[in-house]
């Protein structure tokens, strides 16, 4: 499990998935009655008289599939006592950047580079930078000056730690990767960030 697409210039082969949390619903409910959220009689939690409720900002121009995945997190989040409402956006970049209202967000983000995230999860806050994840997560920034100082495949094990990083702290999850499949009959061919690259094409033997 990593954010760095599989058709990245680097560090395709890290894996992040032992820094993911298993799936728990007992676990998850008994740490929202540790934290003080008490479920209703509808199944939704309070606390202090406030209920347990997070908008799910994504672009409403996505496919069905994604509208679909965000039904599925809704269902999933009123399991543990969640009201999770979702918020489809035409323009969810504005919502963001503006420092619109939100509590999660589904983020269709491309990615060649582990370094390209450091830019997305670091900086000051919208409006006045571009640090719209709002990440605080100092381990995240100490292992990316690490990561930062090191050249190629040397860096990969630094970028892994702060990925790991990242998932442990919740501050961001892969949830879905979008596949795709290519033939060549008589043909060799390279993909670039997942499309054909044409000067790559060469008639085969």
Same mark, same amino acid.
């Given at each position: 499990?990593?954010?760095?697409?599989?058709?990245?210039?680097?560090?395709?082969?890290?894996?992040?998935?032992?820094?993911?949390?298993?799936?728990?619903?007992?676990?998850?409910?008994?740490?929202?009655?540790?934290?003080?959220?008490?479920?209703?009689?509808?199944?939704?939690?309070?606390?202090?008289?406030?209920?347990?409720?997070?908008?799910?900002?994504?672009?409403?121009?996505?496919?069905?599939?994604?509208?679909?995945?965000?039904?599925?997190?809704q269902v999933e989040l009123e399991?543990?006592?969640?009201?999770?409402?979702?918020?489809?956006?035409?323009?969810?970049?504005?919502?963001?950047?503006? +420092? @619109?209202? /939100?509590?999660?967000?589904?983020?269709?983000? *491309?990615?060649? =580079?582990? #370094?390209?995230?450091? !830019?997305?999860? $670091?900086?000051?806050?919208?409006?006045? +930078? @571009?640090? /719209?994840?709002?990440?605080?997560?100092?381990? *995240?920034?100490? =292992?990316? #000056?690490?990561?930062? !100082?090191?050249? $190629?495949?040397?860096?990969?094990?630094?970028?892994?730690?702060?990925?790991?990083?990242?998932?442990?702290?919740?501050?961001? =999850?892969?949830?879905?990767?979008?596949?795709?499949?290519?033939?060549?009959?008589?043909?060799?061919?390279?993909?670039?960030?997942?499309?054909?690259?044409?000067?790559?094409?060469?008639?085969?033997?």
């Amino acid at each position: 499990m990593t954010l760095v697409s599989e058709f990245g210039a680097a560090c395709t082969a890290m894996d992040s998935s032992s820094a993911l949390y298993a799936y728990d619903v007992d676990a998850a409910g008994a740490a929202l009655d540790e934290a003080g959220w008490t479920a209703g009689a509808d199944g939704i939690r309070t606390k202090d008289g406030k209920p347990l409720k997070v908008l799910m900002l994504y672009p409403a121009n996505e496919s069905q599939g994604v509208t679909a995945a965000i039904e599925l997190m809704q269902v999933e989040l009123e399991k543990i006592g969640v009201d999770a409402v979702p918020s489809p956006s035409p323009s969810y970049t504005d919502v963001i950047f503006s +420092g @619109g209202d /939100w509590d999660m967000v589904w983020a269709p983000i *491309y990615t060649s =580079l582990p #370094s390209d995230w450091a !830019g997305i999860l $670091g900086g000051e806050f919208p409006p006045d +930078g @571009g640090n /719209w994840t709002y990440n605080t997560n100092q381990e *995240y920034f100490d =292992l990316v #000056s690490v990561a930062q !100082g090191l050249s $190629g495949t040397e860096s990969c094990p630094a970028w892994q730690d702060a990925q790991d990083s990242l998932f442990q702290n919740l501050e961001v =999850l892969p949830f879905w990767s979008s596949t795709e499949t290519f033939y060549g009959d008589g043909a060799e061919f390279a993909l670039s960030k997942g499309v054909l690259s044409p000067t790559a094409l060469r008639v085969a033997e």
